[in-house]
């Protein structure tokens, strides 16, 4: 018997923007803490929004006249705006164990210095915006560390991602995929939508009159809950 997927924790949100600086500017009026812009490979740029219980949302744009610039303006046109989640794990290679086990068709894993990065899909597409990671050595710690300050008074009373909604095509199962993939906080909504996207990102709050209440940040639904 093949023994589930361990706690895969959904951790953070990818936002694509198709400018670094318009985007900040609309999140920091928001009243949206921002870490400084920090430069990826090949012209890729990030910034992260950290919350007290270490989850976060991470814009991701590009320099100008870049390949990567060219490529998010075009899915930011067709509405792929909140592009991906990530999902922490013990072991990556453990977890790749079972979930090729379960059918899943999984790619190879992705090395970095930092972290290492696992994709996987079934026949349905409706995995498409997820990937689970592992952080190496105690760069996962040293990060939430360095960001502590910032996951303190964010807007609204805002403590944490406490899930995502999922719009994706009527009768493809996706609960029960997201399931046997041991993905947590994932809310599918059948809505007629093609490929799985992701419409809202849920925040949890302990500020009562913004219970329930939603706002649309440079493209990126928020409530909070």
């Known amino acids: 018997m093949v023994s589930p997927v361990s706690a895969a924790t959904l951790t953070h949100v990818i936002v ?15 009243g949206f803490k921002i870490a400084p812009t920090t430069p990826l490979s090949r012209g890729l740029l990030h910034a992260v929004i950290r919350f007290r219980d270490g989850t976060f949302l991470e814009l ?25 989640a990530g999902f922490e794990v013990r072991d990556v290679y453990a977890e790749r164990a079972v979930l090729r086990a379960r059918g899943f068709r999984i790619d190879p894993p ?27 050595g105690d760069y996962g ?25 999922v719009a994706v095509e009527p009768g493809r199962h996706a609960a029960a995929i997201y399931a046997a993939a041991g993905l ?7 809505s007629g939508a093609g490929d799985a996207r992701i419409v809202l990102v849920r925040l949890a709050t302990l500020d009562p009159r913004r219970k329930r209440t939603t706002v649309l940040v440079d493209g990126c639904h928020i409530r909070y809950e």
């Open 110 to 136: 992705q090395v970095s210095p930092h972290w290492v990065d696992l994709y996987f899909s079934e026949p349905a597409g409706i995995l498409e915006p997820f990937f689970l990671y592992q952080y190496r």
């Open 16 to 30: 694509l923007v198709r400018d670094m600086q318009t985007a900040r500017r609309a999140f920091a009026a928001a």
């Open 60 to 84: 991701i744009g590009a320099l100008p006249h870049t390949p990567y610039a060219t490529e998010i303006s075009k899915l930011v046109r067709f509405g792929d705006i909140t592009s991906a």
């Open 141 to 165: 710690k040293r990060a939430a560390r360095k960001y502590a300050a910032l996951a303190v008074n964010q807007p609204g009373g805002a403590i944490g991602i406490r899930g995502i909604d």
């Open 184 to 190: 947590s906080r994932v809310t599918a909504i059948e």
